[in-house]
């Protein structure tokens, strides 16, 4: 018997993840509004209690420099992590 694995309509095509300085959830979910409208944006996360209040951005031909524009447009400091 053959299974296969079912596979998502929205594939992970790039991941950025940044240090921000975003610290209360409502600045975040105005944010996150802003930067779903975006076309090719998937999912925005944010961990607030990390102290780098890190932004997790999936997306699709949506280049890093337009998230930090639009991140820097709200007011926020926001700056790519390394691996």
């Known amino acids: 018997m053959i299974i296969e694995n079912q596979m998502p309509e929205y594939q992970i095509k790039d991941l950025f993840i940044f240090r921000t300085n975003i610290d209360r959830k409502v600045e975040f979910l105005s944010l996150k509004r ?44 926001c700056e790519e992590l390394e691996d």
């Open 34 to 77: 802003d930067l779903e409208r975006i076309p090719g944006m998937g999912p925005c996360t944010i961990d607030l209690e990390d102290c780098d209040k890190v932004l997790r951005v999936e997306c699709e031909n949506v280049s890093l420099v337009k998230v930090v524009e639009e991140v820097s447009r709200h007011g926020f400091f």
